[in-house]
């Protein structure tokens, strides 16, 4: 990291300090201000780490999914992951953009082009990815030690978690326009076997399962089903068995005993702090089912 003292030519009242940080996602530095104060964040997991880390009112833009923690709500919406609303963008001025890595990569060089200040944090592969990018986002903001903070407390969490359901076997499925599973290379599927569970598609080396297999699902045969229901769904056990039937998802165990667990939205799927709250409740709820 260097440092270096920016001067204004004219009407000097103050210097501004920059700092140029490397970013291994774009194998470059890029020259952020040393606290920015205008922060526009377009993926909910670091949304949600700045509010924890006390930069929430540095914050002046989100996109549409971010909702956590609640006060985001009052926050004006820039953007989806793959578009930007720049008329908004220009009047909000921000001195830094924060973005994920995956479907937003694209979005990276545009908004370079367009002047504006990037910093991508990655989207992790396993549960201390998410640990990784609590810091990663403290270093960007000028929050570390709160940062250190958080993902100490973090820590905690995930140890609780250590074998807590130790050998039984899931089916997770979120819909995301479609049907989709976890593989082994996502934060989500790594938990799974954190937790001592074991999951359908575990060995594949892939972050999700798009479309999964219906005969792969019924010859593994889970004890549980998970199912994240999608934005404004009123998912219950009995809609979602009838949803798996359509696609002949069906003589498995866990549909005839209705052991199906229903999870919130953006629950397990958000990669924030808030996740390992989201697989805590999903331990309560196997427990309570077996």
Known sequence: MSIYIRFKIKNIDWCKIVVKLYSEILSKEIEIPDRPEKIVSLA???TETLYLIGAGDRVVGVSFFCNKPPEVSKKPRVGAYLNVNYNLLEKLNPDL??????AQRDRINELETKGYKVYPIPLPVNIYGILDNV???GIIANEQEKARELAFNLTEKILKLKD???GIRIYYEIDLG???SVGSHSYIGD????MGLSHAFEKERVPYVINPD???IINYNPDIIVYEQKMNENATVEKYIKNLEKRNIKDIDAIKKKKIVIMEYDSLAHYGPSFFDA???LAERIKNLI
Do not use: Q
């Not at 953009?97 to 995956?102: A, D, F, H, R």
């Open 44 to 46: 909910p997991a670091i």
């Open 97 to 102: 953009l924060l973005v994920t890595t995956g």
């Open 135 to 137: 810091m990663i986002t």
């Open 164 to 166: 807590i359901l130790k």
């Open 178 to 180: 479609g049907p989709v």
């Open 191 to 194: 938990a799974f076997k954190f």
């Open 214 to 216: 219906p005969n792969y």
């Open 279 to 281: 697989a805590m409740r």
